[in-house]
Nanobody
Framework: VQLQASGGGLVQPGGSLTLSCAASGRSSRNYAMGWFRQAPGKEREVVAAIYRSGGVVYLRDSVKDRFTISIDNAQNTASLQMNSLKPEDTAVYYC????????????????WGQGTLVTVSS
């Protein structure tokens, strides 16, 4: 499974960004997908995860009212819509995939994409 993340950048507080993760590989459509982030000097944390069916979603509490994760199975792409961004959302965001949704939202992943930097600053 290969994961290609895109969409990071610089945004002002209160702004929005959408991250995308394109998955490829013969078995990739069997994997739940998610997003992690790692801020400078902090441990990596799971932000959001989604079942392949799209029916079950996990969002960490600090982003629950601001971020949305979705999956487009036709395009084999997961997206993270981030609204009302705060400086504390600044981090490198990583796309990830695992055959187990529960492992993913617990913080583990079998496959990782490259990170994309999100900077929230005025």
């Amino acid at each position: 499974v290969q994961l290609q993340a895109s969409g990071g950048g610089l945004v002002q507080p209160g702004g929005s960004l959408t991250l995308s993760c394109a998955a490829s590989g013969r078995s990739s459509r069997n994997y739940a997908m998610g997003w992690f982030r790692q801020a400078p000097g902090k441990e990596r944390e799971v932000v959001a995860a989604i079942y392949r069916s799209g029916g079950v979603v996990y969002l960490r509490d600090s982003v629950k009212d601001r971020f949305t994760i979705s999956i487009d199975n036709a395009q084999n792409t997961a997206s993270l819509q981030m609204n009302s961004l705060k400086p504390e959302d600044t981090a490198v965001y990583y796309c990830a995939a695992d055959v187990s949704f529960s492992d993913l939202w617990k913080g583990a992943a079998e496959y990782w994409g490259q990170g994309t930097l999100v900077t929230v600053s005025s």
